[in-house]
């Protein structure tokens, strides 16, 4: 199994930006990810990256705005959020799947962090 702790969130101002950490311990996995869930909504891809990092893919919402990284060195994942919005508002949970290069489906993902919120006002 695969130990993933996030940190980072916290309360930003609309315009702001926040990063994201993701440390990850245990067995040898392939992609990570990021996904977020708002109140009284489904759990959401953000972001996801490939074990090397040279392949990242970004929800709509997320393109121009946040950046996802990682450093193997470290076993840590990254998400730069920039120019945040209220509707960016969620917990965010970072994922990290076995087998699939780039995760973008809940289902792909075999791990999951506990959660950092991230508050964005307006």
């Known amino acids: 199994q695969v130990q993933l702790v996030e940190s980072g969130g916290g309360l930003v101002q609309a315009g702001g930006s926040l990063r994201l950490s993701c440390a990850a311990s245990g067995r040898a996995f392939s992609g990570m990810g990021w996904f977020r869930q708002a109140p009284g909504k489904e759990r959401e891809f953000v972001a996801g990256i490939s074990r090397s990092g040279d392949t990242t893919n970004y929800a709509d919402s997320a393109k121009g705005r946040f950046t996802i990284s990682r450093d193997n060195a470290k076993n840590t994942m990254y998400l730069q959020m920039n120019s945040l919005k209220p509707e960016d508002t969620a917990v965010y949970y970072c994922?990290?799947?076995?087998?699939?290069?780039?995760?973008?489906?809940?289902?792909?993902?075999?791990?999951w962090g506990q959660g950092t919120q991230v508050t964005v006002s307006s």
């Open positions: 994922a990290a799947a076995l087998a699939t290069p780039t995760p973008t489906r809940l289902w792909q993902v075999n791990s």
